[in-house]
């Protein structure tokens, strides 16, 4: 679907400026907020996060193309329906960047991650960009997080039923952070794809007390947990393995921090955004390979 939807922004591209119809700028216009929409929210990641960059280039190239080989300026006597329907897909491009929570309050975090380049499956600052965790116990800022391969592919197949396929499964995870472990569970089976089972404690985990906000991280390996209930753990000490227990379809990192406040549940706690080495990450970005000196 989404190669389709930049196929049709480019068709409506080279429509717009190759026919001198009176709706022709309402045209461009359309296609134009289509194609940054696909860009910033299409599912590239399935067959290859390179795929973005390659249809960004092409639609930029086929642009200068048509422009250059027309002379005359586009007509712009009738915008119309295109209109509506092109500010849409804009709006949906502007939230991605500000979300519709307001300036979230933010932590500061270790990446958790040393293998190689990873994405953000889901993520973001609230609606539209994290609409799965928008609802799940007020994790709004919550990210799922999986390794890229040297093709920029999730796995070796596209939804694979083995574990092994996925780059980031067995993937060491490191704490974030200094704290005390609060909880941790590691004796949930691992779901084989897509199946989302839970297990009978949900799902694999580890919880930091960092002393002012809680870091939760799920959907670890079974008997992949390395640390107990209690242990004091310090910035870069393994805590345990990436796995797919829990509520997950696919092996992968769940990681969301909560305000530490009195007479709250951790997960009912002011939600943060999470700046991972002083950077925060949106939906379907590629966080850069981290180097251990």
Known sequence: MTIGIGAWSIYLLSRAIRKPSPDALATAFLSLSVAIFIYLYGTWVFLSFYCKYVFGILYVLFALFFLLRRRTPLPARRWGWKLVLGLLPVSAAILYFTGTTGKPQTVALDFPLQKGRYFVLQGGKGLPTNVFHFSLRGAIYAMDIVRLDDWGRRGNRIFSRKLEDYAIYGDTVYSPCNGVV??????NPDNIPPNMQRGPKNTNMV?????DYYVFMGHLRQNGVFVKEGDEVKTGIPLGMVGNSG?????HLHIQVHKKEAGKAWYASTPLYILFNGKGYLLNEMIPEKHTD
Do not use: H, Q, V
């Open 182 to 187: 609060f909880r941790a569970y590691g004796e």
């Open 247 to 251: 509520f997950s379809t696919e092996p």
């Open 207 to 211: 919880l930091i007390d960092a002393g």
